[in-house]
Structure formats: structure tokens, C-alpha cells
């Protein structure tokens, strides 16, 4: 698959000090071919390419990245871009309901998804109404009527004799009357794109004005569903894509190319037959998926944003060696303000989750100015060896500090908890190290 080929091509810049301009091309011809071969649209790997080979050649260099690195990150960030760069959520309309009206070929999974999305939205507390608009496929509105049980959620049906249109314009008026926040629509597909099909959706959008149009399609058919999506944004106009069974065995292409060529985001992507298999599509993740390096990336990045690499390294020396003294720990603070809280930052490190002072510990944001000002009033010796601080020093930096004891105590607890924290995370550092190279 994809992911596997990007990944073996990854695997080898990864561990490279060196990287050559004719090691970044060989790199960039396998990941031609991987995206070629993974059906992504051939003009947009063409420009996929082409931006990371600009980019990767002429980049800013980066003291803490290796060039095999900057290389992965580059592809990374630019695989991204290609998917749309930021999350695109749900749209909610100002005046309820918000109006989803969902669209696509036979078979792709429109009713199964607005079961899915009706209990995503009923997860967070609002109360979807499902609309049975399919009156020609077999039973289609028995299927809803069944998930709907499953899932508590009504459904407003007035049966298969009537116009879909009326049923769309009576469905939102019913929940506008019962205090529906949103509504889903389940409309009926075609095995392929006709202009009869076209015409129903026409005039249902006309009538209801829905806020989302979403676009189910089926991963598995690739470059198909690039080219439906085409389609139906020309002739229908959508707010959004879903990418339904990535869960089976898809060769990856739609996902990338979906956004590039119909400028639709993906919104949600469908990992399964079942009702809670929806999830909201984010870019980063699933680029950070497709080369396989998860969180890792994450960790350098926002390492590289706000460390600089010396001090990193000189961080590591002193959790190694345990020297780690209340100025560092100051330290630490305040680039844990820069990148967000330690606890997510050791989280990302692989084993840091078996770290049981981890669970305890919690960085207050609001109490770093106050931590601040206690350290600030040790002396020189003190910040170097807490263990002479007793009761009237304590005091004595209470007070400089304009703190309690209490505040003083508390910190230096932290503190020894930091410094216990650090001895195990060393170690586990040093066996991990050990099974593996490479970041
Ligand atoms: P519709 O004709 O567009 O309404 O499609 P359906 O919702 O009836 O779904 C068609 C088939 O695809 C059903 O068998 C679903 O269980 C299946 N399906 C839908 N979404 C997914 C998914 O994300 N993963 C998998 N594996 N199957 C799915
Ligand atoms: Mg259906």
C-alpha cells in the first residue's frame, strides 16, 4: 500500500546526516511512483512534487533536524496542504436547524453515514432528526427507520408513495415544530450520475437551502471518486466531502486527491460498517498516518518551535545524570509555556505512558508566575541544593516572594516529583534507545 512505500522511502532518509540533492530526487521519484501507483490524480502529484523539491532543496536549515529529517517533514507538511491544511468542521447554522443534506451514488453509504453522523451529533448533546428521502431503492427507508431505533434518533418518514422534495421540506419543518437542532436528509442515489438523479437534488437544495451538502463516496473506487465528487460539485455544488470505507482495502488515492481537485475539504471519514465508525477528518493526522510516524512528528515539531536544540540536548544531560536543579526547572517552565503543557509533550515520547508520576503531574498555567517568583527568591545556593532550605528559609522566600509556605512546600514537592519523574524517564530513554535508531 501507500503508506507502506512512503514509509520505506522515509525509512531511509530518516537516519541520513547527509542528505544530496541526488538522494532528495531518488526519494522524490519513489514517492512519484507510490502516489502514481496509489491512484492519486497525476496532475496533483505533479505539483505535489514539485513544491516539496523546491522546498526541500532551497529550505532554511534547522539546528535540530537532521537533512534526512527536514526531507520527511517537508513531505509531511506539503501532504497536509494537499488534504486541505486545517481541519473543516461541521458547519452550524445560526438560526436551527442546521439543514445536512447527504448525496452520492448507490451504494456509496449515504444512509449508513447519516446513521453515523446522527449519533456523532448526539454524542455531543444535540437532537439530530433523520429524513428518509430515498423512495426508489428497495427498502432504504426500513434501513434508516432501523438505525434510527438503534440509535434513539427519530426519524420523519411519509413513506415511498410521495414527492422526496416534500418530504425534505416537511422533515425541516417537523424539526424547526419538535426542537430538532439538526437535520439529516438521506436522500436516493443512482449506480451512476444522471440528470434525473441531478434534477431531484436540485430541487431539494432549492427548497430546504441546506447548510451542508456532503458528498459520500466510496474510498475503494480511487480515482472514480475523485472524478464523481468533480461532478457532483459542478452540478450540484457541495460544502463537503465523505470519505466512507478507508477501513477496508483502499489504495489511498482518494483521500489525497479529493480536496486538490474539487477544492472540497473532507469532512469525515467512514472506518467501518458500524454506527460509532465515523471520525472527523484531519489532514496532519492522516498525513502523519500515510508516512507512519504518528506522534513523533508532532514531538519534533513542537520541539523545534520552541527549543533550541543545545538546550534540549543539555536537558537530556541533566535528566541522564540527575543534576537537574531548581534553575532548570524554572527553565523548563517557561518553554512549557511556549509549547503547551509537559504532560502532552512526555505523553508523545514512546513509553512515557507507563510513567505513574506523569498522571500526577499537572503543569497550572496560572501558577507558573507564582513558581516564578518563589525560585527568583533563593539564593544561589539554595536553587542548587533545595534540601538546605528549612523552615526559616522558607519563610524568608515566602515572603520575598510574596507567597505562603505552603506555596513554597508545594513547589518543592514538584520539584522532587519532577526530579523522580526524570530518573525513570532516563532510563526508560536509555532502554528505548537501544531497541531502535533513528529519531
Ligand atoms: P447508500 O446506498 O449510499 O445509502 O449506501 P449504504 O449506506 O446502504 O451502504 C452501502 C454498504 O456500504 C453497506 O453494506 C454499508 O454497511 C457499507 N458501508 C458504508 N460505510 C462503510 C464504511 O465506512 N466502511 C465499510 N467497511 N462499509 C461501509
Ligand atoms: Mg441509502
Do not use: W
Amino acid at each position: 500500500g501507500l503508506a507502506e512505500r512512503l514509509q520505506a522511502v522515509m525509512q531511509r532518509l530518516r537516519g541520513k546526516g547527509k542528505v544530496t540533492e541526488a538522494d532528495v530526487k531518488e526519494a522524490m521519484r519513489e514517492v512519484r511512483l507510490a502516489l502514481l501507483e496509489a491512484d492519486v490524480n497525476f496532475k496533483v502529484v505533479k505539483t505535489f512534487i514539485n513544491r516539496v523539491k523546491e522546498r526541500a532543496v532551497g529550505q532554511e536549515v534547522l539546528k535540530s533536524l537532521t537533512p534526512g529529517q527536514q526531507v520527511i517533514k517537508v513531505v509531511n507538511e506539503e501532504l497536509t496542504e494537499l488534504m486541505g491544511g486545517e481541519q473543516s468542521k461541521l458547519v452550524k447554522s445560526n438560526r436551527p436547524p442546521t439543514v445536512i443534506m447527504m448525496v452520492g451514488l448507490q451504494g456509496a453509504g449515504k444512509t449508513t453515514t447519516s446513521g453515523k453522523l446522527a449519533r456523532y451529533l448526539s454524542k455531543q448533546n444535540h437532537h439530530p432528526l433523520l429524513v428518509a428521502a430515498d423512495v426508489y431503492r428497495p427498502a432504504a427507508i426500513r434501513q434508516l427507520q432501523v438505525l434510527g431505533e438503534q440509535l434513539d434518533t427519530p426519524v420523519f418518514s411519509l413513506g415511498e408513495k410521495e414527492d422526496p422534495v416534500k418530504i425534505a421540506e416537511q422533515g425541516v419543518a417537523y424539526a424547526k415544530e419538535h426542537h430538532h437542532d439538526y437535520v439529516i436528509i438521506d436522500t436516493a442515489g443512482r449506480l451512476h450520475i444522471d440528470e434525473t438523479m441531478m434534477e431531484e437534488l436540485k430541487a431539494i437544495r432549492e427548497k430546504v437551502q441546506p447548510d451542508e451538502v456532503l458528498l459520500v463516496v466510496d474510498a475503494m473506487t480511487g480515482q472514480d471518486a475523485v472524478n464523481v465528487a468533480e461532478s457532483f460539485n459542478k452540478k450540484l455544488g457541495l460544502t463537503g466531502v465523505v470519505l466512507t470505507k478507508l477501513d477496508g482495502d483502499t489504495r489511498g488515492g482518494a483521500a489525497l486527491s479529493v480536496k486538490a481537485v474539487t477544492n472540497c475539504p473532507i469532512k469525515f471519514v467512514g472506518m467501518g460498517e458500524k454506527t460509532d465508525a465515523l471520525e472527523p477528518f484531519f489532514p496532519d493526522r492522516m498525513a502523519s498516518r500515510i508516512l507512519g510516524m504518528g506522534d513523533v512528528l508532532t514531538l519534533i515539531e513542537k520541539a523545534q518551535a520552541a527549543v533550541d536544540a543545545e538546550k534540549a540536548r543539555d536537558l537530556e544531560r541533566k535528566m541522564r545524570t540527575q543534576t537537574f536543579t531548581l534553575e532548570d526547572f524554572l527553565d523548563q517552565l517557561q518553554q512549557v509555556r511556549k509549547m503547551g503543557p509537559l504532560e502532552d509533550m512526555l505523553a508523545m515520547l514512546p513509553g512515557a505512558g507507563q510513567i505513574k508520576q506523569l498522571k500526577n503531574f499537572k503543569v497550572d498555567e496560572k501558577q507558573i508566575a507564582r513558581v516564578e517568583a518563589i525560585i527568583r527568591s533563593m539564593t544561589k545556593e539554595e536553587k542548587l541544593h533545595p534540601e538546605i532550605i528549612n523552615a526559616s528559609r522558607r519563610k524568608r522566600i515566602a515572603k520575598g516572594s510574596g507567597t505562603t509556605v505552603q506555596d513554597v512546600n508545594r513547589l518543592l514537592k514538584q520539584f522532587e516529583d519532577m526530579k523522580k519523574m526524570m530518573k525513570q524517564f532516563s532510563s526508560m530513554a536509555k532502554m528505548a534507545k537501544k531497541k531502535k535508531r533513528g529519531f
